[in-house]
């Protein structure tokens, strides 16, 4: 009788050159955003905030920061789309790390890595919440 060895779900994903090249550069991408410091971002904290369509091109573009899922949705935009000069006027670092142990699940994961990897501060939210 044949043994078949038994199949425990995927292995770790192999990268070709193009698509680790495509992938670095994706992170690039990101990392280029970033402020210096979470301490740049002044955004406002309370309010409705309205977002030009270069950030919410697809969807809604104003955002009640005192309804959460509405602010929830407003930084899960501004991170992925927002431009360098996007993030200290849209974003406030006291709400950020506020939302952040939620928030990182709803960010796609090279947005995740490239923000905890910059700030630790927003890595150990997420360890301090667990």
Do not use: C
């Amino acid at each position: 009788m044949a043994s078949h060895p038994q199949h425990t779900g995927p292995g770790p994903r192999i990268l070709s050159g193009a698509d680790a090249e495509d992938l670095a550069l994706y992170r690039e991408k990101f990392r280029r955003r970033l402020p210096e410091s979470l301490d740049e971002l002044h955004g406002p904290a309370q309010g409705v905030v309205e977002l030009p369509l270069h950030l919410a091109w697809s969807g809604m573009t104003s955002y009640g920061l005192d309804k959460p899922r509405q602010r929830m949705g407003l930084y899960r935009t501004v991170l992925h789309e927002g431009l360098h000069d996007d993030l200290p006027r849209y974003l406030n670092r006291d709400l950020l790390l506020e939302l952040w142990p939620v928030l990182r699940t709803l960010v796609g994961r090279t947005v995740r890595t490239v923000w905890e990897d910059a700030f630790p501060e927003l890595a150990s939210r997420t360890r301090a919440a667990a």
